[in-house]
C-alpha cells in the first residue's frame, strides 16, 4: 500500500457534484452478494460518463468504511468540460470529460498544497469515446484555414483524394 511507503500520502476522491453520493453520507443499500440493491438515493444524472453510476460500488464503499479517503472534491460537469477541452487545445492531451474532473481537482488540491508537495493525479480516460457529447459540441466537423495550412505542410501525410 501506498500508505506504508510514504505515510504522508493523501488519498483525494473527486465525485460530480450533480451527484454527491459519498459526500451525501448515505449508505449504499446492497444484497446479501454485496452488489447494489436499488439506485442511491442521492444520485442525479450528470455528464462525466463513467463517474459515478447511480450506485456506490462496493470496492468504494469498503474503501469508505476502512478510512482511506482523506478529502472529496466535488466537481461541476461545466469545469469539467471546460478544462477537458483546455487540456486538449492547450496541453495536447485528448482526455474526456472524467479526466477533465480529474484535473480540476488536482488544480484544486495544488492550490492548497505546500511548497514542494508531490501531486499525483491520473487521468482516467481519452477522448476519442466523447467525440458525440457536449464536450466537443463547439468544435466544427470541417477544419479551419489555419488548419488546414497545418495539414498541408506536411505532404507525406496527406491522403490520397
Known amino acids: ?24 453520507g448515505i449508505e449504499q443499500l446492497r444484497n446479501p452478494d454485496g452488489s447494489a440493491a436499488a439506485p442511491h438515493p442521492a444520485f442525479k444524472p450528470h455528464p462525466m460518463q463513467g463517474w459515478t453510476p447511480d450506485f456506490i460500488p ?16 466535488t466537481v461541476p460537469g461545466s469545469e469539467a468540460i471546460h478544462y477537458a477541452g483546455e487540456l486538449a487545445r492547450k496541453e495536447g492531451i485528448f482526455v474526456g470529460i472524467t479526466g477533465g ?53 506536411t505532404p507525406s501525410a496527406q491522403f490520397a483524394t
Open 101 to 153: 474532473a480529474t484535473f480540476v481537482g488536482a488544480l484544486r488540491v495544488c492550490a492548497e498544497a505546500p511548497a514542494g508537495a508531490n501531486i499525483l493525479a491520473m487521468l482516467p480516460d481519452t477522448g476519442e469515446r466523447y467525440l458525440s457529447t457536449p464536450l466537443f459540441a463547439n468544435v466544427p466537423a470541417d477544419m479551419t484555414p489555419e488548419e488546414l495550412d497545418i495539414s498541408r505542410s
Open 58 to 73: 462496493k470496492l468504494t464503499a469498503d474503501a469508505v468504511a476502512m478510512k482511506v479517503i482523506d478529502r472529496i472534491i
Open 1 to 24: 500500500m501506498l500508505a506504508k511507503e510514504m505515510p504522508d500520502t493523501k488519498i483525494i476522491v473527486c465525485e460530480p457534484d450533480e451527484a454527491q453520493l459519498l459526500s451525501s
